[in-house]
């Protein structure tokens, strides 16, 4: 069946970086689009950036763009994102997640099938 395992969240001082990695499996992750989201207490989950099997385009939430980058390794079945100059803004719990299509869908609802997070915390 379709997995996805989100690892590499923990504590960092803002202005610091951390990777995040969505390991695949049970389904061919070359086809298919990639997101991640974040969701922290009070707020509903948000898209931060996805990427796309059919043409490897990227979409970055605003507040994101120029510090997050998105990356998809298929050889691995895994995508990463590397966030850096992180900001207390960007605590929360972060998921990754697919969906039937090739293509971005920057919307939570458009994705079948999730990991179950992983906390990234940014605190002095």
């Known amino acids: 069946q379709v997995q996805l395992v989100e690892s590499g969240g923990g504590l960092v001082q803002p202005g610091g970086s951390l990777r995040l990695s969505c390991a695949a499996s049970g389904f061919t992750m070359d086809y298919y689009a990639i997101g991640w989201f974040r969701q922290s207490p009070g707020k509903e989950r948000e898209g931060v950036s996805c990427?796309?099997?059919?043409?490897?385009?990227?979409y970055y939430l605003d507040s994101v763009k120029g510090r997050f980058t998105i990356s998809r390794d298929n050889a691995k079945d895994t995508v990463y994102l590397q966030m850096n100059s992180l900001k207390p803004e960007d605590t929360a719990v972060y998921y990754c997640?697919?969906?039937?299509?090739?293509?971005?869908?920057?919307?939570?609802?458009?994705?079948?099938?999730w990991g179950q997070g992983t906390q990234v915390t940014v605190s002095s």
């Open positions: 997640a697919t969906r039937d299509r090739s293509w971005c869908q920057k919307e939570a609802y458009a994705y079948e099938y």
């Open positions: 990427v796309s099997a059919s043409d490897g385009s990227t």
